[in-house]
C-alpha cells in the first residue's frame, strides 16, 4: 500500500520568511495528493492540493510542487505570518483512501 | 462549502462502557466515510471506511468487534467503541468526501475520548 514520508518534523521560521515542507511516497498509482492544516484541538483544514496531471499549483501565499517521476512533493509558504503557525500534514491517495504523513509543525517567530 | 460534524466533541466514560460517537454530513450526502485516530502531536491512523449499506472495511490491525461502524443512511455514520478501556483514550476524527469531488475530504471537529 501507499507510505508517505514527510520532513521536517518541526519547522521553525521567521516572520515573513518561507517554509517549505516535504513529503515522499511509495505507490506511483497514487493521483491525488492533499495538503492539511490543523491547529491545537481542532479538525484538519484543506488548504492546497494537487493531481497528478499537474506539476504545480499557487493559491496566494501557498503553493504545492508535484514531481511524479521521484515521487515526491512539497508545499512552499511565502511571506510567513503569525497564523501560519500549526501543525501541517501532507497525504496521497492509494486505493481510494488517503495516507498522511507524519506532519510537520510549524512554529512561525515575530 | 461542505460542512461535516461530530457529536459529542468531547466524552468522559469508566472503563467497561461503550461510547458512541456521531458522523455527520450536513449539506451534501456520503456513502463512504472514514474514521481516523490522532494520538497527541501525532499524525491521523485510518481505522476504517464506513460504506452506506454494506459492512465497513477494517484497516490491518483494527479489530473490528472493538470499533462498531454503522452507516446507517447517506449522512451519518456511527462509531461505537465496545468496553473501552484507558488504552482507547484518543481524538477520534471522521471525514467524508462529496460525491461530486470524490477526492476532497472534508473533516469533522473530532471527538476527544477519556476513558478513566
Known amino acids: 500500500g501507499e507510505n508517505v514520508e514527510q520532513h521536517p518534523s518541526t519547522l521553525s521560521v521567521q516572520e515573513g520568511d518561507s517554509a517549505v515542507i516535504k513529503c515522499t511516497y511509495s505507490?506511483?498509482?497514487?493521483?491525488?495528493f492533499p495538503w492539511y492544516k490543523q491547529e491545537l484541538g481542532k479538525r484538519p483544514q484543506l488548504i492546497i492540493d494537487i493531481r497528478s496531471n499537474v506539476g504545480e499549483k499557487k493559491d496566494q501565499r501557498i503553493a504545492v510542487t508535484l514531481n511524479k517521476t521521484a515521487k515526491h512533493f512539497s508545499l512552499h509558504i511565502t511571506e510567513t505570518q503569525p497564523e501560519d503557525s500549526a501543525v501541517y500534514f501532507c497525504a496521497g491517495r492509494g486505493a481510494q483512501k488517503l495516507v498522511f504523513g507524519q506532519g510537520t509543525r510549524l512554529t512561525i517567530n515575530p | 462549502g461542505a460542512v461535516v460534524s461530530q457529536h459529542p466533541s468531547r466524552v468522559i466514560c469508566k472503563s467497561g462502557t461503550s461510547v458512541k460517537i456521531e458522523c455527520r454530513s450536513l449539506?451534501?450526502?456520503?456513502?463512504?466515510m472514514f474514521w481516523y485516530r490522532q494520538f497527541p502531536k501525532k499524525s491521523l491512523m485510518l481505522m476504517a471506511t464506513?460504506?452506506?449499506?454494506?459492512?465497513?472495511?477494517?484497516e490491518q490491525g483494527v479489530e473490528k468487534d472493538k470499533f462498531l461502524i454503522n452507516h446507517a443512511s447517506l449522512t451519518l455514520s456511527t462509531l461505537t467503541v465496545t468496553s473501552a478501556h484507558p488504552e482507547d483514550s484518543s481524538f477520534y476524527i471522521c471525514?467524508?468526501?462529496?460525491?461530486?469531488?470524490?477526492?476532497?475530504?472534508?473533516f469533522g471537529p473530532g471527538t476527544r475520548l477519556t476513558v478513566l
Open positions: 471525514s467524508a468526501p462529496r460525491t461530486s469531488v470524490p477526492d476532497t475530504q472534508y
Open positions: 464506513s460504506n452506506e449499506g454494506s459492512k465497513a472495511t477494517y
Open positions: 449539506d451534501f450526502q456520503a456513502t463512504t
Open positions: 505507490d506511483s498509482a497514487s493521483n491525488y
